[in-house]
């Protein structure tokens, strides 16, 4: 099928060229009318936000279709949801809204019965708990913003869901002044809890034994393979995290004040609802956890006869507006994202994370990079990849690059980051895990009888570390245990150096103990608590020089270059290479012409750059 489109498109590559070159010609001028069309914010707006599947996305997806910038370009733009608001989308708007004197209120819509333009349901999953941290400050920033611009009455924000699915989405709401749930809802205040599986007892059951080494005590990774309980110093570390993620939870969801018959919340209320969580909304009314129970079909009338604007539209025009006032005196800054696990291979391996930081300082127009990163770690080798960028742009191209610690970033993602100038975490960000793990199987005849397999292993030299059959032992496990040693007293020595520890003080902080941010601000692991924003103001701050009477504010003087995470697209790929190929260098070809500064110049935007 795509070798007989191919051929057709060949056969008509002229007309096919003049296509492709219209539909995105007419995308382009489309965009700018838009953009220009929303510029007219108009007075007694109220933003509404419809959360697409439940989820706020840090990165948009970039489908990259075989290398074609133009086709990536103009599919992306077909395929992503409208409606769909990433993480600093949605907190950039939210923070120009609240200096808006236009917008007088936000109206957010979680119901699992609303669907985006696109037809995906949305859903009350996904949010983790620094997520709503970081949206909770700007939504209540928002709240007392407009209070000071329209009175007492002014800044509501209303929250409509029909029942709230995991806790971090109520802790999110319980920043609006207004929370709205279906009668038949649900509140689910049930505390901060983990579960830990162990298959010790399983593993030796089929005959697998694992050779497995942590560095040190607190590291917890393999112990789901080499125990049957938790042992003590991580369960000491665990209970210690969960208690300070619950006692912030319960000091935030307890702090905000709304209006209602119900006694005032207390934290003594938020706590006895964890105990007998979770709740119907009836139950939540009473207990002023909600503000009342009633349907998404309501907005309307709450609304009223004020203006409706999305929240992505909005973020759009004010940021057409902000960049028509501010003339010159913008400070650009890149922004790169680390998500998921750290590797060596894939579409965002190590290497394409490394190179988007270099590519991105290397631009002129930026003066600083921030370093967004959410992930767990992973590779030791990969993570030490992405630490030679971060010394590279800092020590060799010159240009302070910032951290920003979003949902976690622990093991090898602090390997990763330990020397930027400045790293940010929320609260409740999950950090820490200095430490190292490594394991692999050893099939034992017990295995092998019971699945009827005979594993013969040659070798060339006596040397036993990779086998699957035979244990290490003597000399050879001391080797193996004297190279995870050296990873984990690297690994020390890296965060020692970024964090200006002393080698004692550095080793208190390691030993895979895990943090939360608030902890990891009092240990000195992160510079400062505060969210993405925060972390781009002080990047576009320290990228001008102290000289400048410059104050760096995200809403009014700072433009940022956006480097999406990528994923292949591989149906481009599938047509004939050849007829493809061709097909993409003419039109290149046919924007080039005038254009001496290539295809890049026609694609780049102001605001984000693909």
């Avoid at 096919?16 to 838009?34: C, E, H, S």
């Avoid at 933003?47 to 840090?58: A, C, K, Q, S, Y």
């Avoid at 951290?403 to 993602?413: H, L």
């Avoid at 004692?504 to 902080?509: F, G, H, Q, W």
Wanted: net charge neutral; glycine share 8%.
């Amino acid at each position: 099928m795509f070798r007989r489109a191919a051929s057709v498109a060949w056969k008509y590559k002229k007309t096919t060229v003049f296509a492709v070159g219209l539909t995105y010609g007419g995308y382009r001028i489309n965009k700018a009318l838009k953009g220009q069309a929303m510029v007219n914010i108009k007075p007694q707006t109220v933003l509404t936000w419809r959360i697409v599947n439940g989820l706020i996305v840090e990165s948009p997806t970039f489908y990259d279709v075989g290398g074609s910038r133009i086709v990536s370009e103009i599919l992306n733009k077909m395929v992503r949801d409208p409606d769909e608001v990433t993480m600093l989308e949605a907190l950039m708007s939210l923070e120009m809204a609240a200096k808006d004197p236009r917008v007088e209120a936000i109206a957010i819509d979680l119901t699992t019965n609303s669907k985006s333009s696109s037809g995906k349901a949305g859903g009350s999953a996904g949010v983790s708990m620094a997520q709503a941290q970081e949206l909770r400050t700007a939504l209540l920033s928002f709240r007392e913003q407009k209070k000071q611009q329209h009175g007492p009455d002014g800044g509501r924000v209303y929250f409509y869901v029909d029942s709230f699915d995991n806790q971090a989405t109520y802790y999110l709401a319980s920043a609006c002044s207004d929370i709205i749930v279906q009668p038949t809802g649900y509140v689910p205040l049930t505390g901060v809890t983990t579960q830990h599986f162990f298959a010790r007892r399983f593993l030796d059951m089929i005959g697998v034994k694992p050779v497995a080494e942590s560095r040190k005590d607190f590291k917890s990774v393999m112990s789901m393979f080499t125990e049957s309980t938790m042992p003590e110093k991580q369960r000491e570390n665990i209970t210690r995290l969960l208690a300070s993620l619950n006692d912030m939870l319960v000091a935030d969801i307890a702090s905000v004040k709304r209006e209602g018959a119900a006694p005032p919340l207390t934290e003594e209320i938020v706590r006895a609802a964890m105990v007998e969580g979770p709740l119907l909304a009836p139950d939540a009314v009473n207990r002023n956890l909600i503000s009342r129970c009633g349907y998404a079909l309501d907005v309307d009338s709450v609304i009223g006869p004020r203006s409706k604007c999305g929240i992505s539209l909005y973020g759009l025009a004010r940021g057409i507006e902000t960049f028509k006032a501010s003339g010159e005196d913008n400070t650009t800054v890149g922004l790169v994202f680390l998500i998921g696990t750290i590797g060596r291979t894939g579409t965002n391996s190590a290497r394409s994370v490394a190179e988007s930081l270099i590519k991105t300082a290397m631009d002129p127009s930026v003066s600083a990079v921030v370093f967004r990163i959410d992930s767990g770690g992973g590779d030791a080798i990969a993570s030490d990849t992405i630490a030679c960028a971060v010394d590279h742009i800092q020590n060799t191209i010159g240009k302070p690059v910032v951290a920003s610690y979003g949902t976690v970033a622990a093991s090898g993602a602090i390997f990763a980051s330990a020397m930027c100038r400045k790293i940010f975490a929320d609260p409740a960000t999950i950090t820490g895990s200095i430490g190292v793990a490594s394991a692999r199987p050893i099939f034992t005849k017990k295995l092998l009888d019971y699945v009827g397999l005979d594993i013969e292993e040659l070798r060339s030299v006596d040397n036993r570390s990779r086998s699957l059959i035979e244990e290490p032992s003597g000399a050879e496990l001391q080797r193996y245990k004297k190279r995870v040693d050296a990873i984990y007293d690297d690994f020390v020595s890296r965060v020692a150096k970024g964090r200006k520890y002393t080698a004692e003080e550095a080793e208190a902080v390691a030993q895979g103990q895990v943090f939360t941010g608030a902890q990891a601000k009092e240990n000195g692991l992160v510079d400062e608590l505060g969210g993405l924003t925060r972390a781009i103001e002080a990047a576009a701050q320290l990228g001008r020089s102290p000289s400048d009477n410059y104050k760096a504010d995200i809403t009014e003087n700072i433009c940022v270059k956006v480097i999406p995470m990528k994923t292949q697209f591989n149906a481009w790929q599938q047509l004939n290479p050849t007829a493809s190929q061709m097909l993409q260098a003419e039109v290149e070809h046919i924007l080039l012409e005038d254009n001496p500064h290539g295809v890049d110049a026609k694609l780049d935007n102001i605001y984000f750059k693909r």
